[in-house]
């Protein structure tokens, strides 16, 4: 086995990296359903390019970390730990980031969206005062492309076409605006985003 | 100095990845004013910090970067933030529009229709829009949490009554998407309109008030304003005296003690692309006969 690739690994240039990788996730959250290339590192299994390179970009100690379902791997745990430093946060911790008092930061939630489909209700979708503290999920699919549901709303000109895996619960997640969870679908190395704006009609 | 002595883009990564959480976080919520930890940049509040760490957190090696002040290139605003990335980040710059990957500017937008490509960041001294007619931070929140608006309505009322018109004519509120009124940064309500279903990705920074805050493209940016009352752009009601173009916003230039002026494009590379290809103001000359 390639210890490298098990170990997974980080930006060799990072702050060039970071930039370019940036870049690519801020024009794909400004443009809901553009799918665009994200591969700059090869992350652990069963971590995607693309999913990776999100949380590589993003995230940091003051981030917390969700690995759901069968993302949570110790080789996962450990590349976050060495490359990122986030804090991991298990399933039931993400109650006290959602509840009120102390005001939750950013929380990235990151797997298949399977595994992540069980956990929406628990993630942080912000406070009316402060809705940007709201959990970001990076979620993976096993394909991606501009087929499919239909999505409109800021950033899209007209109407754009999304395979998403389900419609109702972004309905939903829009119905709440400003509150709500923003997501980055990926899929191999691709990457394309849903935030809470965009408006989901289903094909 | 050696600009090897910096971190590509002057801040350092966790910097970075704060600003562009915010900035992302900014794009999903639009017109809504994200925190952020602001950090001291090496030129004083007023002079666009903001702007600077929004651009700097969204700068890649291949950007082709424009800066402008009022519309112009080559105010010192400009050039100090120009030469700033220009050596911190040793991207190439540019003064024209079209060619230009990011545009960071200061209270104009160009009159050159962006392109999706490109990135607008504009800098912003008070990024809220509420905070004259309420000073207080927790109350504001509270106005924008419950879509609380009136009170910006009574102030445009009061502007009717007192001047008969609307006499805002500089950072007009805004709605964005029928949700979070939005300051547009103190750029003349000429511009307003090109803020709504614009092509091009649009960031406001403001640093020491610590506010981010963005406009996707194709976004639905409406001017408040009365049904009786219509919003209205407003400029001098001159052409340019240098290109004579009618339908830019000017600058007035007093031109001697006796009370004579001319009008000139705010926007020096608008200004001056129309002069290269041949048009002519009233006071101007030909750009083919001056002496170089």
């Given at each position: 086995?390639?210890?490298h690739?098990?170990?997974?690994?980080?930006?060799?240039?990072?702050?060039?990296?970071a930039?370019?990788?940036?870049?690519?996730?801020?024009?794909?959250?400004?443009?809901?359903?553009?799918?665009s290339?994200?591969?700059?590192?090869e992350?652990?299994d069963?971590?995607?390019?693309?999913?990776?390179?999100?949380?590589?970009?993003?995230?940091?100690?003051?981030?917390?970390?969700?690995?759901?379902g069968a993302a949570?791997?110790?080789?996962?745990?450990?590349?976050?730990a060495?490359?990122?430093?986030?804090p991991?946060?298990?399933?039931?911790d993400?109650?006290?980031?959602?509840g009120?008092?102390?005001?939750?930061g950013?929380?990235?939630?990151?797997?298949?969206?399977?595994?992540?489909?069980?956990?929406?209700?628990?993630?942080?979708?912000g406070?009316?005062?402060?809705?940007?503290?709201?959990?970001t999920?990076?979620?993976?699919?096993?394909?991606?492309?501009?087929?499919?549901?239909?999505?409109?709303?800021?950033?899209?000109?007209?109407?754009?076409?999304?395979?998403?895996?389900?419609?109702?619960?972004?309905?939903?997640?829009?119905?709440?605006?400003?509150?709500?969870?923003?997501?980055?679908?990926?899929?191999?190395s691709?990457?394309?985003?849903?935030?809470?704006?965009?408006?989901?009609?289903?094909? | 100095?050696?600009?090897?002595?910096y971190?590509?883009?002057?801040l350092?990564?966790?910097?970075?990845?704060?600003?562009?959480?915010?900035?992302?976080?900014?794009?999903?919520?639009?017109?809504y004013?994200?925190?952020?930890?602001?950090?001291?940049?090496?030129?004083?509040?007023?002079?666009?910090?903001?702007g600077?760490?929004?651009?700097a957190?969204?700068?890649?090696?291949?950007?082709?970067?424009?800066?402008i002040?009022?519309?112009?290139d080559?105010t010192?605003?400009?050039?100090?933030?120009?030469?700033?990335?220009?050596?911190?980040?040793?991207?190439?710059?540019?003064?024209?529009?079209?060619?230009?990957?990011?545009i960071?500017?200061?209270?104009?937008?160009?009159?050159?229709?962006?392109?999706?490509?490109?990135?607008?960041?504009?800098?912003?001294?008070?990024?809220?829009?509420?905070?004259?007619?309420?000073?207080?931070?927790?109350?504001?929140?509270?106005?924008?949490?419950?879509?609380?608006?009136?009170?910006?309505?009574?102030?445009?009322?009061?502007?009717?009554?007192?001047?008969?018109?609307?006499?805002?004519?500089?950072?007009?509120?805004v709605k964005?998407?029928?949700?979070?009124?939005?300051?547009?940064?103190?750029?003349?309500?000429?511009?307003?309109?090109?803020?709504?279903?614009?092509?091009?990705i649009?960031?406001?920074?403001?640093?020491?008030?610590?506010?981010?805050?963005?406009?996707?493209?194709?976004?639905?940016v409406?001017?408040?304003d009365?049904?009786?009352?219509?919003?209205?752009?407003?400029?001098?009601?001159?052409?340019?005296?240098?290109?004579?173009a009618?339908?830019?916003?000017?600058?007035?230039v007093?031109?001697?003690?006796?009370?004579?002026r001319?009008?000139?494009?705010?926007?020096?590379?608008?200004?001056?692309?129309?002069?290269?290809?041949?048009?002519?103001?009233?006071?101007?000359?030909?750009?083919?006969?001056?002496?170089?």
């Amino acid at each position: 086995m390639n210890m490298h690739k098990t170990a997974g690994g980080g930006f060799k240039d990072a702050p060039v990296e970071a930039a370019r990788s940036f870049r690519i996730l801020m024009n794909a959250m400004a443009r809901p359903g553009s799918i665009s290339q994200l591969d700059a590192i090869e992350p652990p299994d069963p971590l995607s390019p693309a999913a990776g390179t999100a949380l590589l970009t993003l995230a940091d100690p003051t981030t917390p970390v969700f690995l759901a379902g069968a993302a949570d791997t110790e080789t996962a745990r450990n590349w976050v730990a060495f490359h990122i430093g986030a804090p991991i946060i298990e399933p039931s911790d993400l109650r006290s980031f959602a509840g009120r008092g102390r005001p939750p930061g950013e929380v990235f939630a990151v797997g298949a969206w399977a595994d992540l489909r069980g956990h929406l209700e628990a993630l942080p979708i912000g406070r009316p005062d402060y809705p940007d503290r709201s959990a970001t999920l990076i979620a993976d699919l096993p394909t991606i492309a501009n087929s499919g549901a239909k999505l409109s709303g800021p950033g899209i000109r007209a109407i754009e076409a999304l395979s998403l895996p389900e419609t109702e619960v972004f309905q939903e997640n829009n119905a709440r605006f400003p509150l709500g969870f923003d997501v980055f679908f990926t899929s191999g190395s691709l990457v394309a985003a849903l935030p809470r704006s965009t408006r989901v009609e289903a094909a | 100095m050696n600009a090897q002595a910096y971190n590509f883009a002057y801040l350092d990564e966790q910097t970075k990845r704060m600003i562009r959480r915010a900035i992302l976080k900014g794009l999903a919520i639009p017109g809504y004013q994200v925190p952020f930890a602001s950090r001291e940049m090496p030129m004083p509040y007023g002079w666009g910090t903001g702007g600077v760490q929004v651009t700097a957190a969204c700068l890649v090696p291949e950007d082709k970067l424009k800066v402008i002040d009022q519309g112009a290139d080559d105010t010192t605003n400009a050039v100090s933030i120009r030469k700033f990335f220009e050596k911190t980040a040793g991207v190439e710059v540019t003064e024209a529009t079209g060619e230009a990957s990011l545009i960071q500017t200061r209270h104009r937008i160009p009159e050159q229709d962006l392109s999706k490509d490109q990135i607008l960041v504009y800098q912003v001294p008070i990024p809220e829009p509420l905070r004259f007619l309420e000073p207080r931070e927790t109350e504001t929140r509270k106005m924008h949490e419950l879509e609380e608006y009136g009170l910006m309505h009574v102030k445009l009322y009061e502007d009717i009554s007192r001047h008969g018109e609307i006499s805002t004519s500089y950072a007009y509120p805004v709605k964005v998407e029928g949700r979070y009124i939005m300051d547009p940064s103190p750029i003349p309500k000429f511009d307003n309109p090109k803020l709504s279903d614009s092509s091009a990705i649009q960031l406001f920074g403001a640093g020491r008030e610590q506010r981010i805050y963005a406009l996707p493209p194709y976004t639905d940016v409406q001017s408040l304003d009365f049904e009786d009352y219509p919003f209205e752009v407003s400029k001098a009601p001159h052409d340019c005296d240098l290109c004579g173009a009618k339908d830019t916003y000017l600058d007035e230039v007093i031109t001697d003690d006796a009370g004579s002026r001319m009008y000139v494009c705010s926007d020096t590379d608008f200004c001056s692309t129309r002069r290269q290809n041949g048009h002519v103001g009233r006071l101007g000359t030909p750009v083919s006969s001056e002496v170089a």
